[in-house]
Nanobody
C-alpha cells in the first residue's frame, strides 16, 4: 500500500515556475514507477511526465518538453516536477500516481489505468 500526497501548487504568472512534490508513504517506494498527470476543467486527465523506480528513465509529453523536469529522491520518498516557463494552458489539477512496473516503458508510463495509487491532486493556475 502506498499513499501519495502532492504539494507545491499555486497561482503564478505566465513565464513563472513552480515545483510540485509527491510525498509517498511506505518503505518500498523505491520499487514504484511514478507518473504526473493533469486534468484541466472539462478535459480528460492526461499524462505529463513519468519516471522509473530508480530514476534512470524519464518520459514527458511533447507539450512540456524543455520546460518540465521530473526527478525523484528515493531516500526522501519524494518525486518532484519542476515546472518552468509556465503557460496559461498548463492550468490544471496535477496528480501523481504510482505503481510497480516489472518493465518500465513509455507506453505503460503514459497509461493512467496502469497506476493503482493516486494522490488527491494539487491545483496549478497560470495567469496570462
Amino acid at each position: 500500500q502506498v499513499q501519495l500526497v502532492e504539494s507545491g501548487g499555486g497561482m503564478v504568472q505566465a513565464g513563472g515556475s513552480l515545483r510540485l512534490s509527491c510525498a509517498a508513504s511506505g518503505r518500498t517506494f523505491d520499487r514504484y514507477a511514478v507518473g504526473w498527470f493533469r486534468q484541466a476543467l472539462g478535459k480528460e486527465r492526461e499524462f505529463v511526465a513519468g519516471i522509473s523506480s530508480s530514476g534512470d528513465i524519464t518520459y514527458s509529453t511533447d507539450s512540456v518538453k524543455g520546460r518540465f523536469t521530473i526527478s525523484r529522491d528515493n531516500a526522501k520518498n519524494t518525486v518532484y516536477l519542476q515546472m518552468n516557463s509556465l503557460k496559461p494552458e498548463d492550468t490544471a489539477v496535477y496528480y501523481c500516481a504510482a505503481d510497480w512496473f516489472p518493465i518500465y516503458s513509455g507506453r505503460r508510463s503514459i497509461d493512467r489505468s496502469a497506476y493503482e495509487y493516486w494522490g488527491q491532486g494539487t491545483q496549478v493556475t497560470v495567469s496570462s
